[in-house]
């Protein structure tokens, strides 16, 4: 079955409908969706950042707009990756449930829909802090509730469960990043 | 998948209604409303409310309302109450032919106090969820008043009170959670001075 068309999709994730995430759950071919719109979120979020840096009239250095860019771009491809194994991890075995039947690869493509509603990061680069704002606050509120809609229906269980799931596996991932960041490991 | 900032809870968090000991932030009242959500901390902040409201602030009081904000029992009087100083202040300051250097002090001040709430409280905790609330109610209905304020560089330059907040507040949220522990480890990757 060819993939049906994206941003239709991605409207129905931002709408936490509880089927296209079932859908796509069952759809191997949809993995390459799911990387667009986690691409598509990290690109808003990074063209955001840099709208905000260079509209706003400061005066930072042109290396901290890219950097601040960069990480901007590269927080939700790391999340999704890294994030969505962890919480492949603690969902299919501390917290599955009766009827939970996953794989990573699921999840990953459940996960990716769910940045969906990063797209709005891009008013982040409106030149009104409150507009900019208030974007920022909006698109980690719509996230996190359609990535709690994404871990629940890849993995076959109750909200209670996925919200459980969300937080370890964020939690985890936190501690990898800030250990990695703060050991003395030479890079 | 994203950053748990508490921030949902901003759009939760009900506003406090009516008489009573406030439950969360006490939103600005509108131009010509009755500022009914206030009157618990009118009982309990009467002459610094008074003192607002008629553009001065003395340095006890304003003490008093500071060192409030962290107590556990009145801190949301006293952020609504900050929020209301904060509004009627630079609406003084806005309307003054010449700007009073001790208002933008004031301002830069409440920016501190509001920035180190919002700091001292994790995320999904419900002040935290009531300071970036009362953030927004500012920044909306604050005129712009001239403070000085520091680039990334650490040099001053003027910019307007609730564009000083409010980049503080992003500041901040860039430096926390997955995004902020990701910037250190590029950084640390990269071989960049930690911001």
Request: net charge negative.
């Amino acid at each position: 079955m060819a993939p049906r068309s994206l941003l239709p999709r991605m409207w129905r994730a931002a709408r936490l409908e509880a089927d296209l995430y079932e859908e796509v759950e069952a759809e191997p071919e949809a993995l390459r969706q799911a990387l667009v719109v986690v691409l598509l979120t990290a690109s808003a979020g990074a063209a955001g950042s840099l709208l905000a840096d260079l509209g706003w009239g400061t005066e930072t250095p042109a290396a901290d707009i890219a950097f601040r860019a960069g990480v901007r771009f590269l927080t939700p491809v790391v999340i999704w990756l890294a994030g969505t194994a962890f919480a492949y991890m603690v969902g299919a075995t501390f917290f599955r449930g009766p009827e939970t039947e996953s794989d990573y690869a699921e999840l990953l493509r459940t996960a990716g829909f769910a940045f969906a509603p990063g797209l709005l990061r891009i008013l982040t680069g409106v030149p009104s802090i409150w507009v900019s704002f208030g974007a920022e606050v909006a698109a980690n509120v719509w996230m996190l509730l359609a990535g709690v809609v994404a871990v629940r229906q890849a993995l076959d269980f109750t909200t209670a469960r996925a919200i459980g799931t969300f937080g370890v596996a964020y939690l985890l991932l936190f501690l990898l990043v800030w250990g990695l960041a703060a050991l003395p490991i030479p890079f | 998948m994203v950053l748990p900032t508490g921030a949902f809870l901003l759009l939760l968090a009900a506003p406090c209604a009516g008489a009573g000991v406030p439950k969360g932030y006490c939103p600005i009242p509108e131009p010509g409303e009755p500022p009914s959500c206030l009157e618990p901390v009118r009982e309990r902040y009467g002459d610094l409310l008074g003192e607002i409201e008629r553009g001065e602030v003395d340095e006890d009081e304003a003490a008093r309302l500071e060192a409030a904000l962290s107590d556990e029992d009145g801190r949301y009087e006293a952020l609504s109450l900050l929020a209301y100083a904060y509004y009627a202040l630079s609406r003084r300051a806005a309307t003054a032919p010449h700007q009073d250097p001790a208002v933008a002090r004031r301002l830069e001040r409440f920016n501190a106090l509001l920035r180190a709430a919002y700091q001292r409280h994790p995320p999904g905790d419900p002040f935290r969820a009531s300071v970036e609330q009362a953030v927004q109610d500012i920044a909306r209905r604050a005129p712009p008043v001239v403070v000085r304020c520091r680039d990334a560089r650490g040099r001053e330059r003027p910019c307007t009170s609730t564009e000083a907040l409010l980049h503080g507040l992003r500041d901040f949220q860039e430096r926390t959670g997955i995004r902020g522990a990701l910037a250190r480890l590029l950084a640390r990757m990269l071989g960049r001075e930690p911001r």
